[in-house]
């Protein structure tokens, strides 16, 4: 440590639903907090899009709160780090001025593309070369959803991005993107830690469309003026541009040492262990992800984690009112362990880790007559751990020692759910301290970044544990029976749930297109020419997850 205890830095995670900004001190405690929500719209079937702006906004509200509340306690803020949420996409014009949403992860309008792609040994080829799975979550299978359905867009492109590097270019007028964020796109070669051309290709872009790649642990040394005014912070303040979400929830919790493996669920949920090297399993059930240039995390995303309790408060307790889930989990915890032979598949957005499968649905299994509300219940939430475990399963059988489970996100407020969980991976779980874990990962990384603390692991070591669970050992036997038949019941309704996705508006034809050859490129498609043509935003403003 080589500073004064008044200097704290700021760690900014822009999440799906939130905006989270917390101060950190060198001994890694957090010393102020606030956050700001934002949408998510869904203006038509399959999109998850957000208004730029609208996330630029609630940053900068964020960012002075904490600003203003580490100044009362007499704090001085030496700099701040980034995170986001992974996987997004937006167009900007030459002026970068943006010309599309800001598309998200839950955006599934390529699953058509995707799933035509991942079926074949190219699909395969990438998600080794670049660390990234297959799917409409993907950076690369939007874009070849551009190139088919929307050319007009890929011809007025003068660059496309994701919401952080919007963020860094606002903040500092620096176009770049970090490594981490950049390994999450399908666009990025693990090894040279550059684009990989053959992927670049099959998008219909160049280099030249894309923010240039950095470390994760770039120093940008000043912010433009008037952003730093409405943040409330000097001019001078360095920007340490940050990393994607998930790697620094490992960050953020203190798992950062092979075997140490961090579980989160927030609005989605995800499972990673952090690696030495870059590495993508031989069944490719995992994604591989830059943290720094030295440290990776490889796991398994999920789409339906705390969305899932969401559903579960509109679709069946209306009548509930504002506090509908907190009662809900109470409803829950009546109900015995196994939800007295009642089995959920979570899967409301598609699927994830570990057979990234766009087309799959929920399901209720082994629904009688005898059960109620609180068996609903228990069984959506058992479904959702019981996918993080069958993630932990994939995980260790690509070779990883799991030695400790850490764990964070927004379900860590509920007792109820920390034990549940604890049943149903059949391990202990430790929780750190807070909720903050990406956010508190991206303030740990600049302290690093910034020369404030010695290297990675002092910084995870600084991470303190709140509280330790252990499995009930009836409850996690009865979780370990399911489990095996929670997995074959999601790959063996997998044909039906293909087939019933042709019922949803939009359905029939995108099934169809997936035994109909792609088309060819269009020539606006692929010649990388600028324009600055505005584009269209259409819809209006939908429910938020």
């Known amino acids: 440590m080589v500073t004064e205890r008044a200097e704290v830095v700021l760690g900014v995670d822009v999440g799906t639903t939130a905006t989270k900004v917390v101060a950190v001190d060198v001994s890694g405690a957090v010393r102020a907090a606030a956050q700001a929500a934002h949408a998510l719209e869904e203006p038509h079937p399959g999109e998850a899009v957000q208004r730029p702006e609208a996330i630029l906004d609630a940053v900068l509200r964020s960012i002075a709160e904490v600003s203003r509340a580490v100044r009362e306690q007499g704090l001085r803020v030496c700099g701040m780090g980034l995170s986001s949420a992974m996987h997004s996409l937006l167009a900007v014009d030459a002026s970068d001025r943006p010309l599309t949403p800001s598309i998200t992860w839950a955006d599934d309008r390529a699953a058509v593309e995707a799933e035509r792609l991942r079926v074949t040994p190219e699909g395969r080829a990438l998600h080794r070369r670049t660390g990234t799975p297959i799917h409409p979550m993907s950076p690369l299978t939007k874009l ?208 994830r880790a570990p057979r990234w499968s766009a087309w799959a649905r929920g399901a209720y299994l082994g629904l009688t007559h005898a059960h109620r509300r609180e068996h609903l219940v228990r069984a959506a939430v058992e479904g959702v751990c019981l996918q993080m475990a069958v993630v932990l399963d994939s995980v260790r059988a690509a070779g990883a020692e799991v030695r400790e489970v850490r764990a964070t996100g927004g379900f860590a407020r509920s007792a109820f759910w920390r034990q549940l969980l604890t049943d149903a991976l059949g391990v202990e779980v430790q929780f750190p301290a807070g ?27 600084g991470v303190g544990v709140e509280e330790v669970r252990r499995p009930d050992p009836a409850a996690s036997a009865v979780y370990a029976e399911l489990r095996p038949m929670f997995e074959s019941a999601g790959e063996t309704l997998a044909p039906v749930f293909a087939r019933l996705r042709g019922l949803d508006p939009g359905g029939p034809s995108a099934i169809r297109a997936l035994t109909t050859p792609a088309p060819p490129p269009s020539p606006a498609a692929t010649s990388g020419s600028p324009a600055s043509a505005p584009g269209r935003r259409r819809g209006g403003r939908g429910r938020s997850r």
Request: negative net charge; glycine residues 12%; hydrophobic residues 50%.
């Open 144 to 351: 070849l959803w551009f190139g088919e359905h929307q050319p007009e867009v890929m011809a007025a492109a003068h660059r496309w991005m994701g919401i952080k590097e919007l963020l860094v270019g606002e903040l500092t007028g620096e176009w770049v993107v970090d490594h981490s964020i950049a390994s999450g796109m399908g666009l990025f070669a693990l090894d040279s830690l550059d684009w990989d051309a053959q992927a670049l290709a099959l998008a219909g872009i160049d280099a030249a469309h894309l923010p240039a790649p950095v470390p994760t642990t770039t120093v940008l040394r000043s912010l433009r003026p008037a952003m730093a005014a409405r943040a409330g912070l000097d001019p001078a303040t360095p920007l340490v541009v940050g990393a994607g979400d998930g790697p620094l929830a490992n960050l953020g919790v203190g798992a950062v040492r092979p075997g140490v493996a961090a579980c989160s669920i927030g609005t989605s949920g995800a499972v990673r262990v952090a690696v030495e090297r870059p590495h993508v399993d031989e069944a490719g059930h995992l994604f591989c992800y830059a943290l720094t240039d030295e440290r990776w995390v490889s796991g398994g995303a999920i789409n339906n984690g705390g969305v899932v309790l969401s559903w579960l408060a509109e679709a069946l307790a209306p009548d509930l009112g504002a506090n509908a889930e907190t009662t809900l989990l109470s409803l829950a915890a009546r109900a015995p362990a196994g939800s007295a032979g009642l089995i959920m598949l979570p899967q409301l957005h598609g699927e």
């Open 435 to 461: 909720t903050e874990g990406s956010s508190r990962g991206a303030a740990l990384l600049a302290l690093v970044a910034l020369g404030l603390v010695d290297g990675l692991d002092a910084a995870g070591e």
